[in-house]
Each structure stands twice: as C-alpha cells, then as structure tokens.
C-alpha cells in the first residue's frame, strides 16, 4: 500500500523559510516522479514543482522559480520543497504526489498518489 506523509507545514511571516518533507512508502523509490502540488482556498490545485525518478530533471512554476526548491532523498524515500522569501499568496494546503513515470509531470490528473497535505499560511 503506497502512502505519502506529507509534514512541515506551519505558519510563518512573509519572507520567512520553511520545508516540507513527504516521507514515501510502499513503493521503489528511485521508479517513481515526485511532485509538489498546492491549493488555496477556493481555488483549483495547481503544480509548484517535480523532480524525476532519478532526480536529474525538475520542473518547476513559475511563480516559485527561484525561491522554491525540490529534491530527493533516496535512502530515506523522501522528498522535500524548500521555501524561501515566501510570500501571503504561497498560503495554501502542499500536497505530495508520486507517479510511477520516466517523465516529469505537471498536471494533477496524472499522477496516481497523493498524500493528505501540509497547511501552509504566510501571513504579511
């Protein structure tokens, strides 16, 4: 049974760090993508980064460009979203996903797991 357990979140000031660790179970590691998502409330779930299975490709938003960062830890099956100069319009609930794919994936819709999610609120 595939679980992702998303943690890290909290809450912070504009321009603050935060990261969000998704510890990845039930599944080979190294064969799967792995993908941040976020949604705010009231709105619809949208791609923030992915990093392949072997971690040489990532992919990331634009609006995180530059101030987020995904990696991998593949001993300990983890994946991380570092945050920095975050900002009030990067509030929302991080989710985790894995998908067992050779590509790098930007939509939702394509991958098969999910985690519960993180809160994350910047306030100003």
């Known amino acids: 049974q595939v679980q992702l357990v998303e943690s890290g979140g909290g809450s912070v000031q504009a321009g603050s760090s935060l990261t969000l660790s998704c510890a990845a179970s039930?599944?080979?590691?190294?064969?799967?993508?792995m993908g941040w998502f976020r949604q705010a409330p009231g709105e619809a779930r949208e791609f923030v980064a992915a990093r392949s299975r072997r971690g040489i490709t990532t992919k990331y938003a634009d609006s995180v460009k530059g101030r987020f960062t995904i990696s991998r830890d593949h001993a300990k099956s983890t994946v991380y979203l570092q945050m920095s100069s975050l900002k009030p319009e990067d509030t929302a609930v991080y989710y985790c996903?894995?998908?067992?794919?050779?590509?790098?994936?930007?939509?939702?819709?394509?991958?098969?797991?999910w985690g519960q999610g993180t809160q994350v609120t910047v306030s100003s």
């Open positions: 996903a894995a998908d067992y794919s050779t590509g790098v994936l930007r939509t939702d819709s394509e991958y098969d797991y």
């Open positions: 039930g599944l080979s590691f190294g064969s799967y993508v």
